[in-house]
């Protein structure tokens, strides 16, 4: 089966850094990636929509500049948390799309975990 | 627009009882709806999904029918076991057009006592 994974895992830093989170489709390619963010007990909100080589979409609310997605190949994207603070602490769980004829799913990485201190 | 309502959790059961998680939802059309289940400390898994009005979604003794007089997909399974402790959330994906966007519900904690 379609198979994503999510580079770190968790991750932990200080205040003001910056972190990036990996996307990978291992055996499909994914035209598009979705970026999610998970609260506390809370269902999950779509932070942006990324398609290979052009630039993302975001949903209403989301800082881009907060936020930066890339998506460079067919099999990754990139979200780059910059400046981070404790508010930014989530789940972030990304999914990649696979769309052929009539088949169209989304299938889920395993999740980043980042806590910022 | 499209939303997803299911009922709030959490909810706690014994081994082998009776499971059922209420969704409906509101949108436009026929969307597709989904069940996905998410363990603890993982991301979402596809459990099941029905693409029209009266389609039965199953898989892992879990099943869910597509009621589009009622606007509903209600998650059951006959006999739950402590394995199947875990977040599962309904979702749906608007029809036609390349919007393939899911909506969420908020997600219901089970938990399955031996």
């Known amino acids: 089966g379609a198979v994503v994974s999510q580079h770190p895992s968790r991750v932990i830093c200080k205040s003001g850094t910056s972190v990036k989170i990996e996307c990978r489709s291992l055996d499909f390619q994914a035209t598009t990636m979705f970026w999610y963010r998970q609260f506390p007990k809370k269902s999950l909100m779509l932070m942006a929509t990324s398609n290979e080589g052009s630039k993302a979409t975001y949903e209403q609310g989301v800082e881009k500049d907060k936020f930066l997605i890339n998506h460079a190949s067919l099999t990754l994207s990139t979200l780059t948390v910059t400046s981070a603070h404790p508010e930014d602490s989530s789940f972030y769980i990304c999914s990649a799309r696979v769309a052929s004829g009539a088949y169209n799913e989304q299938f889920f990485g395993p999740g980043t975990r980042l806590t910022v201190l | 627009g499209n939303s997803v309502t299911q009922m709030e959790g959490p909810v706690t059961l014994s081994e082998e009882a009776f499971l059922t998680i209420n969704c409906t939802y509101t949108?436009?059309?026929?969307?597709?709806l989904f069940w996905y289940v998410q363990y603890p400390g993982e991301g979402l898994q596809l459990l099941l999904k029905a693409t029209k009005a009266d389609d039965k979604g199953s898989n892992k003794g879990f099943e869910a029918t597509y009621r589009k007089e009622t606007t509903s997909f209600h998650l059951e399974k006959g006999s739950v076991q402590v394995s199947d402790s875990a977040v599962y959330f309904c979702a749906l994906r608007p029809s036609g057009g390349s919007n393939y966007k899911l909506t969420f519900g908020k997600g219901t904690l089970l938990t399955v006592n031996p």
């Open positions: 949108a436009t059309g026929y969307p597709s």
